[in-house]
């Protein structure tokens, strides 16, 4: 795995956006029918009303960022059919609590440096992660040389490659699964972090000030986290465009790699299996209620 993630940096730095000559990836027929895990009408009917009672924000932060409106709403309406429980909600109001309290984070910060990304950021060895050139490559940087900070560490499974490291930085007081993925949007705090340089005027701006609570202010508030979604399927767009894929046509596929993340690794499997991108749950779910999230954000 390694060597897949070391793969992708020369190419990483050389991109440059563009969906000329791409093919486009239909959306398979297959996926209005599809038998989808969990599926219920009541989770279903609950997903539309969350897009349709935020449809202003979607709708002003998509265009903002150069993106359909539809595959903002449509990222936020699945993870609220298939993904989103009392858990979520549980961890949201944690999440809240922590964003207005800069002395938790401050206590924290002192009982336990280990976890303090500002201390982390200032490490000389993490230098070269913060002089790359955008917010994507740094922070990718700094999550893959944490992670391979000793041998043991350096074959973590893909799946964990953001996980363990958003759970030691975003997860100060140790609360159950709290440091995963926060707001209407799911939205991860690395995720964010390496979309800032994308957002415009709502970016965190995090190396300059070194405040945490403001990454969960960020994506906790209706408001603003719709740019970091926009923000982030249009770079999976744009990613999957450098190898000839256009999935701007495609919201299921879109919406598969928000949920996913770590569009890099999948491209990669997808380009080496020489076959199109698929679906996982979300992205049939999404092309199956495609109709019904364009009505509910109109």
Known sequence: MKGVFS???GILFSFNVSFAGAIVVPVDPADATAHIKDETAAKNANALAVIAQNKNAINRAARNRGVDPVLVAASIAAEHALNYDIYDRMQNLMGEQLSRSANIWAQTNV??????????????????????????????????????????????????????????????????????????????????????????????????????????????????????????????????????????????????????????????????????????DFGKWVNKHIDEIRAAIR
């Not at 046509?249 to 999948?266: K, M, R, S």
């Open 7 to 9: 793969l992708f940096w």
């Open 111 to 280: 009982d336990h440096p280990e976890k303090n990304l500002s201390l982390l950021i200032e490490d000389p060895s993490y230098a070269d992660c913060f002089s790359r050139s955008d917010s994507y490559n740094k922070w990718f940087c700094v999550v893959q040389k944490w992670n391979n900070r000793d041998f043991s560490l350096s074959f973590k499974a893909e799946k964990r490659f953001f996980l363990d490291f958003t759970t030691n930085f975003f997860d100060p007081n140790a609360h159950s699964d709290i440091g995963l993925s926060f707001g209407i949007g799911q939205m991860s705090p690395v995720r964010a972090l390496m979309m800032d340089d994308r957002v415009g005027s709502q970016a965190i701006n995090f190396e300059r000030h070194h405040d945490v609570t403001v990454v969960f202010q960020k994506i906790l508030d209706p408001n603003t986290v719709p740019y970091f979604i926009a923000a982030t399927n249009k770079y999976a767009m744009s990613v999957y465009a450098s190898k000839g894929y256009d999935i701007s046509q495609n919201p299921g596929i879109v919406a598969t790699l928000y949920n996913l993340g770590n569009e890099w690794y999948y491209l990669g499997r997808t380009s080496r299996a020489g076959r199109l991108p698929e679906t996982n």
